[in-house]
């Protein structure tokens, strides 16, 4: 499936561009669709659901780590040590974030990420509560620490990494995509068309150039 776009600039939520709204994880079309996914992602693209199982994505592969979930009334996912709440995955309700980070349950994610260090957006959209024990992961955490989030239905855990593709890439990979796209068109005008096929030398020119940029990422 492919990404829809989340809109930057209505924080702390996420909503999705052309709408108004905070989208509503346990309601609506992409609540169906959830239903029939494997996993749910959230990065910089946007939002996505996909049939496959995320497991996959071992702790330890890579820059993928993994915290257990539940499911939430209050967000898309929660995480709770016993019956206590420490942790939300993009709440629909109003983020709060504690006034005192050291009463914050520990994990891969505030370790990495000691004292809110994720959200550095000056118009985050949250609010600092004195007496909460809980640390909630917003669309500022996403956007500000490029995260790349995935939730694996089935096992009932979140996989994040940090996203730290260049813009380099992103933009050499667009071309890329722009000229394989072009080139797929132009075989098919030629079967159709019943006509020879043009000089090959600028295909195996970007041949060489992606090994070579690939090689030296």
């Given at each position: 499936?492919?990404?829809?776009a989340?809109d930057h600039?209505v924080?702390p939520f996420?909503?999705?561009?052309?709408?108004?709204?905070p989208?509503?994880?346990h309601?609506?079309?992409?609540?169906t669709?959830?239903l029939?996914?494997?996993?749910?992602?959230?990065?910089g693209?946007?939002?996505?659901?996909?049939r496959a199982?995320?497991?996959r994505?071992a702790?330890?592969?890579g820059s993928?780590?993994?915290?257990?979930?539940?499911?939430?009334?209050?967000?898309?996912?929660?995480?709770k040590?016993?019956?206590?709440?420490?942790m939300?995955?993009?709440p629909?309700?109003a983020?709060a974030?504690?006034?005192?980070?050291?009463r914050?349950?520990?994990?891969s994610?505030?370790?990495?990420?000691p004292n809110g260090s994720?959200?550095t957006?000056r118009?985050s959209?949250?609010?600092v509560d004195?007496h909460d024990?809980?640390?909630?992961?917003?669309?500022?955490?996403?956007?500000?620490?490029?995260?790349?989030?995935?939730f694996d239905?089935?096992a009932?855990r979140?996989f994040?990494?940090?996203?730290?593709t260049?813009l380099?890439?992103?933009?050499?990979?667009c071309a890329?995509?722009?000229?394989i796209?072009?080139c797929v068109a132009?075989?098919?005008k030629?079967?159709?068309?019943n006509?020879?096929?043009?000089?090959?030398?600028?295909?195996?020119?970007v041949l060489?150039a992606?090994?070579?940029?690939i090689?030296a990422?």
């Amino acid at each position: 499936m492919p990404y829809a776009a989340i809109d930057h600039s209505v924080m702390p939520f996420i909503v999705l561009e052309d709408h108004q709204r905070p989208l509503p994880w346990h309601h609506g079309p992409h609540f169906t669709s959830r239903l029939a996914a494997g996993f749910t992602r959230l990065n910089g693209f946007g939002l996505q659901h996909g049939r496959a199982e995320a497991s996959r994505l071992a702790e330890g592969s890579g820059s993928w780590r993994s915290e257990p979930c539940l499911t939430s009334h209050e967000a898309l996912r929660e995480q709770k040590h016993g019956s206590v709440s420490t942790m939300l995955f993009f709440p629909t309700g109003a983020v709060a974030i504690p006034e005192d980070f050291s009463r914050i349950e520990r994990n891969s994610f505030t370790r990495t990420f000691p004292n809110g260090s994720s959200c550095t957006h000056r118009n985050s959209g949250r609010s600092v509560d004195q007496h909460d024990q809980r640390y909630e992961v917003s669309l500022c955490d996403l956007v500000d620490a490029r995260l790349d989030v995935v939730f694996d239905h089935s096992a009932g855990r979140v996989f994040w990494r940090e996203d730290s593709t260049g813009l380099a890439t992103q933009v050499f990979v667009c071309a890329l995509a722009v000229y394989i796209v072009t080139c797929v068109a132009n075989n098919i005008k030629n079967i159709v068309a019943n006509s020879e096929m043009g000089a090959l030398w600028h295909q195996h020119a970007v041949l060489v150039a992606t090994v070579l940029f690939i090689g030296a990422e």
